[in-house]
Structure formats: C-alpha cells, structure tokens
C-alpha cells in the first residue's frame, strides 16, 4: 500500500510541472512570442557610443553629466602664469648674453635709448614711448629714418620712419629723412601723429596744442601776442588802444576764437593773420633759437609696443647693426 501511494505522488508532480510549462507557452503566444525579434535574431549587445561625441548615457544622463569632447589637459602652473614669465626672463636673459656678440654699428656711443623707462610701460601707444638722445659730442647730424627699434621679447618691431623738420599748419609738407644734430633728443612715441607727421619741435609748435594732446606735453614757448603785435604791425596803437588791449588778452599760443566788432579791420587782420601757428612761422622761422632740440617720431601704430616689464629693447641701424639695448 505504501508503495502505490509513492507512485501515484510523482504522476501528480510530473503533470504539475508539464501544466506550467503549458501555461507560459500561452502567456509567451498572447504577448507576441513569435513576432518578437529576440525569438529568430538572438541576443545582441548594441556598441556604446564613441565618448568624443560627448552623448550622455547610463545613470550620468539622468544627473545632467555631459562627458567633455576631449579629456582637460592643465597646461597652467600652479602659479598662474609662471611658465610664461619663465620663458620671458629666459628670453631676456639670452638677449642679454647674446650683446657682447653683435656687431656694432658705428654710431655706437653716439646715439643711445635713454634708461628711464616711465614712457615705454605706458599701455596707450599716444603715451608709450622711448627717448633717443645724440652725444654731444658726435660729428655730425645722423639719419636715424630707416633704424628699427626691435624687442628681443615678444619679437615687435617698428622702422622708424621718415618726417619734416618743419610742419606747416594745413598744408601738406614733404616727407624727409630726420637728421638729428649733435646733442638733440628724440622722443620715439608708438602712436599716430597728431598733426600727421614726425616733427622737430620749434618755438611755435604750442600753437598745435591747443586743440590736440601731445605725450610728452608740448611747451608753450611761442612769442606773446602782445609782443607780436608790436614787432610786426604797423597799426598805430595810440589810436588803436581797443585792438591793443584785446591782443593782450590773447594767451600765448592760443588762436583768438572771436574778434569783437569793436576793433580795427587792420587789428582784426593782423590777428587773423599772424597770431597763429603759420604766422608765428613766417615772422621767426630765420630766428637763431628758433628750432629746438627735441625731435618727436612717431611709429603710427594703435597698441602698444612695448611691455611693461621683462623687456629687452634693441635699436639697430638702416644696416641692421646693433646700436643701443635696454632691459628692465
């Protein structure tokens, strides 16, 4: 009797189990079994994306991550800059080293940049300069149109270009080659011009600074007007006492912007006429001290030039021989 009861327990099993396999065919059928591409293409893993596209996947997607196109290379040092400071002294460094090996040019000695550097760490080019002064006791006048001003840092350069010794106020002068004199000086700014030409300075230039901005400051050294009127009218001013005071009032280098009705037509003439930069020209240009010693040179250019510190400055002659170096 046990022995039958045993029997019958395993064909009991044995149909449990065949019913549940029956059981998920049909559930597997209703779902679309066969339809499904899993039951005739098998198991496929889909490649990943490459990660230079910078597509989001996985769980990073869901955070908003966004993986960067190429890996973050820190090119900087920890200094913030160190590497190109570095690489600024080493060059300077070599420059330095590299002057006892140059040629020199044969104005050597007599053409040098002065030392002071306050213009030069100026970051607008109408107030960036650097100042060239002739020995007093070289021979003759020198040519510096053609000389290149070079920095051994950064590798800018500018030609120092050609200019008129006397500039005309409203005419439009030939260009010339600057001849410094012995003991002159010369102001070498990197801007434009502001009367459109490099200039040697002359006791009339105030006259531009009226209505234009100069770096270095032009000096006001014309002659008074008062004075002018004097020297070069012929009004007789024991009558005219109206057209004298109103010339005295005039400030030096300064064009008078109204002429009041109560004056002379001759007053009013002469002051048109000769207080102002062409007539200040006309009346002292054979006057012994009527040209300066100073020169302005500009490089026309609109950045600045020059850096403001780690700087090595060469001037070279039109034969690219070594003139003059600054460093700071």
């Known amino acids: 009797m046990a022995d039958e009861s045993g029997g019958g327990g395993g064909i009991g ?3 449990f189990i065949i019913g ?58 920890s200094s913030g800059g160190e590497d190109s400071e570095t690489e600024e002294r080493r060059r300077q460094t070599e420059a330095e080293n590299e002057l006892t090996s140059l040629e020199r040019s044969v104005y050597r000695g007599d053409v040098t940049l002065v030392r002071s550097t306050s213009g030069a760490k100026k970051t607008d080019a109408r107030e960036e300069y650097l100042k060239l ?29 050609f200019g008129t010794e006397l500039p005309l106020s409203g005419i439009i002068t030939e260009r010339e080659a600057l001849y410094l004199d012995p003991g002159d000086d010369a102001y070498v700014i990197s801007g434009r011009s502001p009367i459109g030409a490099s200039f040697r300075i002359n006791m009339c230039m105030g006259y531009f ?13 014309c002659p008074l007007p008062e004075d002018e009127l004097r020297n070069f009218s012929s009004i007789d001013l024991n009558r005219e006492v109206l057209c004298e005071e109103f010339v005295e009032d005039i400030p ?12 002379s037509g001759s007053c009013k003439g002469f002051v048109e006429t000769n207080i102002s930069y062409n007539g200040c020209v006309s009346n ?33 002659d039109s034969v690219g021989k070594l003139v003059d170096q600054i460093s700071y």
């Not at 006791?137 to 053609?146: F, G, K, L, T």
């Open 20 to 77: 549940i396999f029956i059981l998920l065919f049909f559930v597997w059928v209703a779902t679309g079994g066969p339809s499904k591409p899993i039951a005739t293409g098998g198991f496929t893993i889909t490649s990943p994306k490459p990660i230079s596209t910078g597509e989001a996947r996985g769980t990073g997607a869901l955070l908003g991550y966004r993986a960067p196109s190429t890996p973050r290379v820190n090119t900087r040092s």
């Open 284 to 316: 002292h240009k054979n006057d012994e001290k009527f040209f300066d010693d100073e020169w302005r040179v500009y490089l026309g250019r609109s950045g600045e030039l020059w850096k403001k510190e780690r700087e090595t400055i060469r001037l070279y």
């Open 133 to 161: 002064k002739v020995s007093s006791r070289a021979e003759n006048p020198i040519n510096i149109s053609n000389w290149k001003l070079v920095s051994e840092v950064t590798g800018k350069s500018e030609v120092i270009p």
């Open 252 to 263: 030096r280098c300064s064009i008078a912007t109204s002429i009041p009705p109560t004056v």
């Open 209 to 221: 600074a009226q209505y234009q901005s100069f770096t270095p400051t032009l000096r006001k050294s």
């Open 13 to 15: 099993d044995a149909f």
